[in-house]
């Protein structure tokens, strides 16, 4: 995978786990006020003073949640920072502090890890981010990155999850459904390369939602545009799991139902074309597709008319009573179903390979 005959590859195991911490930490510049220390200490020196700290973190393992056969090194790092800092504006906060943890195996040479770090960097710079720590460590298993994501906000900006009220509005950012889409174009463009190495597929028709897919955003901009129109969120998650499991996680902890009407959800033209490729409602791949990091919130009806016409929001749904649950209404009032929660989950997928590896031993 990591053939160069005409450069030959660097071995991590040529300059060690000290001499990469020390080329990491050369590469990295800091710019957050509040990073007093960086990396090169035992530990990380910050100082909000009056903002309160958000914290936030995850992992991403080869095989489980990425593909190396058709996600390029500087995309996984860019992804693996956005698809963090997206869990601090979740929050209603400012991403401003990263630390970045690495288990590789010895199959990844050192410009391997470079291409990685120059998409976590160019994240970085974009969103105004420092890296400010972690650990490097070698692994059996082939690529594993954690990355812990600071944020800052006002102890009164910060919204949580279980504050929606009956009655408000049900908002979602941008447009859902084309990461899903991204990834059956390349697990499909994968699938015939393994056939046949020498086939180069054309994939410009669908430049958009691969970008969703291997490169998506936070929505940072969000967090300053509802400070700018003076709008507080009554509650807030971000799109990782699919629209359906994060308006029940809404529902659950705000002890509050939702209606959603299909006709409101907002998708590009290249998710509805992929649609009909693939046979795929996409109004269901907006549901339960999830990797769209958009931000889903609630806000007060007296908000309504500081949003009305923004292009960045849509106004999905409502907040109803528990007891009604949380519906999808199809357009034209044509049918009501409940809402099921069928987006990513780990352990779920972990305990059907097993399933499936077990049969196949069997």
């Not at 010895?106 to 291409?115: C, G, K, N, Q, V």
């Not at 799991?241 to 659950?252: I, K, N, P, R």
């Not at 109803?320 to 409940?338: A, M, W």
Request: aromatic content about 8%; proline content about 4%; overall charge negative.
């Amino acid at each position: 995978m990591f053939e160069n005959k005409q450069n030959p590859l660097t071995p991590l195991s040529e300059i060690g786990e000290f001499g990469l911490i020390h080329r990491i930490k050369n590469a990295v510049k800091l710019q957050q006020p509040g990073t007093e220390k960086g990396i090169g200490d035992d530990a990380a020196v910050l100082d909000f003073k009056t903002y309160k700290t958000v914290v936030a973190t995850d992992m991403l393992t080869e095989g489980v949640h990425f593909n190396l056969g058709y996600v390029p090194l500087k995309h996984l790092g860019y992804k693996a920072v956005t698809s963090n800092l997206s869990d601090i504006c979740a929050m209603n906060a400012i991403p401003t502090q990263i630390l970045v943890s690495i288990a590789v195996s010895d199959r990844f040479p050192l410009e391997a890890i470079d291409e990685l770090y120059q998409g976590i960097l160019i994240a970085c710079n974009k969103y105004n981010v420092d890296v400010v720590g972690g650990d490097t460590t070698s692994s059996n298993s082939g690529l594993i990155i954690s990355i812990t994501a600071l944020g800052q906000q006002k102890a009164d900006k910060i919204v949580y999850r279980n504050s929606a009220k009956y009655n408000d509005l049900l908002v979602v950012t941008g447009d859902l459904g084309a990461a899903y889409f991204g990834l059956q174009i390349l697990e499909r463009e994968n699938e015939v390369w393994k056939v046949n190495p020498q086939v180069q597929p054309d994939l410009t028709a669908y430049d958009y939602i691969l970008s969703r897919q291997l490169r998506p955003e936070a929505r940072v901009d969000i967090i300053k545009l509802l400070d700018k129109l003076e709008v507080q969120p009554t509650a807030m998650i971000d799109i990782s799991d699919g629209l359906a499991s994060e308006t029940m996680h809404l529902a659950e902890q705000s002890e509050v139902g939702f209606h959603i009407f299909e006709e409101k959800i907002p998708m590009d033209h290249q998710v509805i074309h992929a649609g009909e490729e693939f046979k795929i409602n996409p109004a269901m791949a907006a549901l339960n597709g999830g990797e769209d990091y958009e931000l889903l919130f609630t806000i007060s009806m007296k908000d309504y008319d500081k949003i009305k016409g923004n292009p960045n929001f849509s106004v999905i749904g409502h907040a109803v009573s528990q007891s009604e649950g949380c519906h999808l209404i199809g357009r034209d009032n044509s049918f009501k179903t409940e809402l099921n929660a069928q987006g990513w989950d780990a352990f779920k997928k972990y305990k059907s390979e097993m399933k499936k590896s077990q049969t196949t031993e069997e």
